[in-house]
């Protein structure tokens, strides 16, 4: 282990093989257990670590201070590192100016030779024109995006450059009325293209509420995939606009049962995930003892002239993700028996359309529309409803 000590602050820490010896992860934590601020950079490179919960959080504050303007923030080539959790808590501190290392919002201005190496980038990202091919090199071996996510006012087709890209980090508190991923006005964009970030995506976020994402005035083609929109329902992001449909192409789920929609008697009994609109009428009652697995409809949800006076059959659905403009991801019309509409379960509901939830013409003891949040677990119910009031759903 190499290190400069100014007083009790490390200047400068560089974890190498050759420098690590025989000093195991827990050696390290015991090595920096008193050090809550780093005056100077890190670089973690080729190294054995799993983890970087060898930085020690101040419980204070919950935050590490990392004033990284003089040495930089460089993390690569470690093939055991799985868990970056850590970092999450690091507040940067850069200059006078309040510059960050690897910042993304600074790439027009500084060498691209020095984001070859970047794994992380601070500041957020902010594409307001078609980038030079030379910039979005300098950008494939980015992993995580700490800040705003802005793409807007581009010819680009896609998102691929960000080959290994995977999460996104955002500080949201106070955050309330702009979308943390703003992606715009890109007419020639058919789709995110960003493999990692379809197979592993992740979101960190402080704020519950405001998970706000924008994906409007795209190509007429831009479609997202089902393992996309499985990202997004799992990290409860709420969309603004989502100008997009549904891929065609069927991706492969090794262990979940994928099902296609076309009507009840036809649709499985072992489904997990349902493609198309769910739709259930008079005389299929008998029939939905199939839903007992779903957890996922890649759809709307419609339930009209039935006889159920609850909707306990879909106790297990966790989400909804309706791409079509005209329906409400939810329809409970004309059920006159229906005195209870509850779907405990829920965590996510992702709607282009405005309104969630069409709720009409069912036992007169049933709530309208206008209180459809009380379908929903106290914890969706308040998210929902802060949302509604918010956006006018």
Same mark, same amino acid.
């Given at each position: 282990?190499?290190?400069?000590?100014?007083?009790? $602050?490390?200047?400068?820490?560089?974890?190498?093989?050759?420098?690590?010896?025989?000093?195991?992860?827990?050696?390290?934590?015991?090595?920096?257990?008193?050090?809550?601020?780093?005056?100077?950079?890190?670089?973690?490179?080729?190294?054995?670590?799993?983890?970087?919960?060898?930085?020690?959080?101040?419980?204070?504050?919950?935050?590490?201070?990392?004033?990284?303007?003089?040495?930089?923030?460089?993390?690569?080539?470690?093939?055991?590192?799985?868990?970056?959790?850590?970092?999450?808590?690091?507040?940067?501190?850069?200059?006078?100016?309040?510059?960050?290392?690897? /910042?993304?919002?600074?790439?027009?201005?500084?060498?691209?030779?020095?984001?070859?190496?970047?794994?992380?980038?601070?500041?957020?990202?902010?594409?307001?024109?078609?980038?030079?091919?030379?910039?979005?090199?300098?950008?494939?071996?980015?992993?995580?995006?700490?800040?705003?996510?802005?793409?807007?006012?581009?010819?680009?087709?896609?998102?691929?450059?960000?080959?290994?890209?995977?999460?996104?980090?955002?500080?949201?508190?106070?955050?309330?009325?702009?979308?943390?991923?703003?992606?715009?006005?890109?007419?020639?964009?058919?789709?995110?293209?960003?493999?990692?970030?379809?197979?592993?995506?992740?979101? $960190?976020?402080?704020?519950?509420?405001?998970?706000?994402?924008?994906?409007?005035?795209?190509?007429?083609?831009?479609?997202?995939?089902?393992?996309?929109?499985?990202?997004?329902?799992?990290?409860?992001?709420?969309?603004?606009?989502?100008?997009?449909?549904?891929?065609?192409?069927?991706?492969?789920?090794?262990?979940?049962?994928?099902?296609?929609?076309?009507?009840?008697?036809?649709?499985?009994?072992?489904?997990?995930?349902?493609?198309?609109?769910?739709?259930?009428?008079?005389?299929?009652?008998?029939?939905?003892?199939?839903?007992? /697995?779903?957890?996922?409809?890649?759809?709307?949800?419609?339930?009209?002239?039935?006889?159920?006076?609850?909707?306990?059959?879909?106790?297990?659905?966790?989400?909804?993700?309706?791409?079509?403009?005209?329906?409400?991801?939810? $329809?409970?019309?004309?059920?006159?028996?229906?005195?209870?509409?509850?779907?405990?379960?829920?965590?996510?509901?992702?709607?282009? /359309?405005?309104?969630?939830?069409?709720?009409?013409?069912?036992?007169?003891?049933?709530?309208?529309?206008? $209180?459809?949040?009380?379908?929903?677990?106290?914890?969706?119910?308040?998210?929902?409803?802060?949302?509604?009031?918010?956006?006018?759903?």
């Amino acid at each position: 282990m190499h290190f400069q000590s100014v007083g009790n $602050q490390f200047s400068n820490c560089e974890i190498l093989p050759e420098m690590l010896g025989n000093l195991s992860e827990i050696q390290l934590t015991k090595l920096f257990e008193q050090m809550h601020t780093l005056f100077g950079g890190i670089n973690i490179i080729d190294s054995e670590q799993k983890t970087l919960s060898i930085f020690n959080i101040d419980n204070e504050y919950g935050e590490f201070n990392f004033f990284c303007e003089t040495y930089g923030f460089f993390i690569r080539d470690n093939i055991r590192l799985a868990n970056l959790d850590a970092l999450f808590y690091f507040y940067m501190w850069g200059d006078d100016d309040y510059n960050e290392c690897c /910042r993304g919002d600074d790439l027009f201005t500084s060498s691209l030779d020095s984001y070859k190496t970047c794994e992380f980038l601070f500041g957020g990202l902010h594409f307001s024109s078609t980038p030079d091919s030379s910039i979005l090199s300098a950008l494939s071996r980015i992993r995580t995006v700490k800040g705003r996510f802005i793409i807007e006012n581009t010819d680009l087709k896609d998102l691929s450059f960000f080959g290994i890209f995977y999460r996104f980090e955002i500080k949201n508190v106070g955050l309330k009325d702009e979308a943390f991923i703003n992606i715009r006005n890109n007419t020639k964009m058919t789709g995110l293209g960003m493999n990692s970030f379809r197979s592993n995506g992740e979101f $960190q976020y402080d704020w519950e509420n405001n998970r706000l994402v924008n994906l409007e005035n795209l190509h007429p083609d831009f479609c997202l995939t089902i393992h996309e929109i499985e990202v997004f329902l799992k990290y409860n992001v709420f969309f603004v606009n989502i100008h997009a449909k549904y891929c065609k192409e069927i991706e492969y789920f090794e262990i979940l049962k994928v099902c296609t929609f076309n009507n009840m008697s036809s649709l499985d009994g072992d489904c997990d995930y349902v493609l198309g609109d769910l739709n259930i009428g008079s005389e299929d009652e008998k029939y939905v003892i199939k839903l007992g /697995r779903v957890t996922h409809i890649f759809g709307s949800l419609k339930i009209k002239n039935t006889t159920f006076k609850d909707l306990s059959f879909l106790s297990g659905l966790k989400y909804i993700a309706s791409l079509d403009e005209s329906l409400p991801a939810i $329809q409970l019309i004309s059920n006159k028996e229906l005195r209870k509409a509850s779907l405990p379960s829920v965590e996510n509901i992702i709607t282009r /359309r405005k309104q969630f939830v069409l709720i009409e013409d069912n036992h007169p003891k049933l709530f309208n529309s206008s $209180q459809f949040y009380k379908m929903f677990n106290p914890t969706f119910e308040a998210r929902s409803k802060y949302l509604s009031a918010k956006y006018h759903l």
